[in-house]
């Protein structure tokens, strides 16, 4: 045993689970690939300042939760405690948004970290599938991402999730309700951070947790009441759209989600069954972060959705993912001449687009066939010295238990014909 464990708040993915997470990953990238979207990757850490202007100085992600580092040279740098800046850096970098066609459609995967308390659903290691639409303002995009999304989940069986749907207006009408919602605040009896939180970002306020400070919530003023025509119109749109298409969502008047840079339409996606860490996803439109980073006035949209709640959320509704076995044929030698054929066969097979695994170590038959059963092949090849000497190997059928023998030379055609 190591002397070595992973580091506090993290996990190792290992198989045969490590499968569930890439199907995972798959099925929510799959309507995204269908929708013009194309992959990005950007480096698992940035500039300390890209975070702290785009997701917000007030928020908890940059003042308790970034994972912050200097280098040798002097630089301050941060691991990535989430992607939709550095996905927006990344493009104004590569000057996408100049090539003549917005929006830049984009998905990646990959892992955020996030200095949090460490509990079932929540880790300082993390993965998310995520989309982002950037440089057009249209309500169709933001109904589209949601869309695309509920695919996802349906797709994976998910059917006790809710989207939760609002608008945090934009900065025509936002400053107003902000001054409403600062002057309710300082009404309560609130500690001292919250206060201060208040006086930078109100909106924050009421995506408190806790109770006590909910329940003096409840008569805030609602940034519904405060939206100008503009955000109403947009917002109708927006619900219009992804009613027309089914999608079911709830109106959720309080919902701010948990950075700055979010305007106009935010949602969420939860699922009831996973405790207090409900969230599953979401995102929103953020037309004024381009510029918060130096770059030009690109209005976009965007979400990521966890990979690690959304197999949560499978666990409880129950739900278990037919993943194809990795392998299709197990080889089996018994002995060294029977190796040498065997793994030629095996390598050809592989060659020909067939998975293919092979017995190592020398066991014996009852030990490899135990071996072959946990691979989950559908086929095994058995060559022994009298197959050999007959020239044929051995081709069981691991579902029927069918036991055929055929010449060595027609091992890959046999198969390729059986396999398909």
Not at 139 to 164: H, V
Not at 196 to 210: C, F, G, H, S, Y
Not at 305 to 332: C, H, N, Y
């Amino acid at each position: 045993m190591s002397t070595f464990k992973a580091p506090k708040g993290t996990y190792d993915l290992l198989p045969p689970a490590s499968a569930e997470y890439l199907a995972v990953r798959e099925a929510i990238a799959a309507p995204l690939r269908n929708s013009g979207y194309g992959y990005i990757e950007t480096p698992g850490f940035e500039n300390v300042e890209l975070f702290a202007r785009g997701v917000g100085e007030s928020t908890d992600i940059v003042t308790k939760e970034m994972y912050v580092f200097e280098t040798k040279g002097g630089d301050r740098l941060a691991l990535r405690p989430e992607t939709t800046a550095p996905v927006l850096r990344a493009v104004l970098e590569a000057n996408l948004h100049k090539a003549g066609n917005l929006p830049v459609k984009v998905w990646y995967s990959g892992s955020q970290y996030r200095y949090e308390r460490p509990q079932k659903g929540r880790y300082r290691h993390f993965s998310q599938v995520g989309a982002e639409a950037i440089g057009a303002e249209d309500p169709a995009l933001d109904a589209e991402l949601i869309i695309l999304a509920d695919q996802s989940y349906r797709a994976l069986g998910l059917r006790n999730f809710r989207i939760l749907l609002n608008s945090l207006g934009d900065k025509e009408c936002r400053p107003v309700y902000r001054a409403a919602l600062q002057d309710f605040l300082r009404g309560l009896d609130l500690d001292e951070e919250t206060l201060r939180r208040a006086e930078i970002n109100p909106l924050r306020v009421l995506d408190d947790k806790r109770p006590d400070v909910q329940k003096q919530l409840a008569d805030a003023p609602l940034l519904r009441d405060y939206l100008c025509d503009a955000c109403k119109t947009y917002h109708e749109e927006v619900r219009e759209l992804i009613t027309a298409a089914g999608v079911v969502f709830e109106d959720d008047p309080k919902l701010v989600r948990g950075l700055d840079y979010y305007t106009r339409t935010t949602f969420e996606f939860v699922h009831d069954g996973l405790g207090s860490q409900s969230a599953v996803g979401g995102g929103g439109r953020y037309d004024g972060l381009s510029e918060m980073i130096g770059g030009p006035s690109l209005p976009s949209v965007g979400w990521a959705l966890g990979v690690d709640r959304t197999v949560l959320a499978l666990e409880a509704e129950g739900i278990r993912l037919d993943i194809p076995s990795a392998t299709s044929v197990f080889a089996v030698p018994l002995g060294e001449e029977a190796r040498r054929i065997l793994f030629a066969k095996v390598t050809e097979l592989r060659k020909n687009g067939v998975a293919a695994d092979f017995s190592y170590g020398g066991k014996g038959l009852k030990a490899a066939m135990k071996a072959a059963n946990r691979s989950g092949a559908r086929y095994a090849l058995v060559l022994g010295e009298r197959d050999l000497a007959e020239g044929v190997v051995q081709l069981k059928d691991m579902e029927s238990g069918e036991q055929t023998a055929i010449g060595v030379n027609e091992i890959v055609a046999e198969l390729e014909s059986r396999l398909g």
